[in-house]
Nanobody, 122 residues
Framework: QVQFVESGGGTVQPGGSLTLSCKASGSILDYYELGWLRQAAGKEREGVSCIDSEGGATYYKDSVRGRFSIFRDYGHHSIYLQMDSLKPDDTGVYYC???????????????WGPGIQVTVSS
């Protein structure tokens, strides 16, 4: 049984900040990496960031690099996404998800949270 509880979404003005939190549970996640993906209205789902089990290797989508930071709490299978300098193009549903190996492709993720809305609008 795998469960994801996502929080921290909402509406923010351009240039503002939000922090997303994902509390994941399930013993199988001991063997998985965790990442954040997003889907904007009318667009395909895309990888945003992923962190490996050692916390030393991360992936960031080019458009968010330098603005977003990912962190992992290994003991509780939790990850966080600090989002700064937010832009309207960052608007979308953000998903916490688990994969065997960090990947840019949504198809490589095996377990998914329900998604949480992030809206950047003036």
């Amino acid at each position: 049984q795998v469960q994801f509880v996502e929080s921290g979404g909402g509406t923010v003005q351009p240039g503002g900040s939000l922090t997303l939190s994902c509390k994941a549970s399930g013993s199988i996640l001991d063997y998985y990496e965790l990442g954040w993906l997003r889907q904007a209205a009318g667009k395909e789902r895309e990888g945003v960031s992923c962190i490996d089990s050692e916390g030393g290797a991360t992936y960031y989508k080019d458009s968010v690099r330098g603005r977003f930071s990912i962190f992992r709490d290994y003991g509780h299978h939790s990850i966080y996404l600090q989002m700064d300098s937010l832009k309207p193009d960052d608007t979308g549903v953000y998903y916490c998800a688990a994969t065997k190996v960090c990947s840019t492709s949504p198809s490589d993720y095996d377990y998914w949270g329900p998604g949480i809305q992030v809206t950047v609008s003036s």
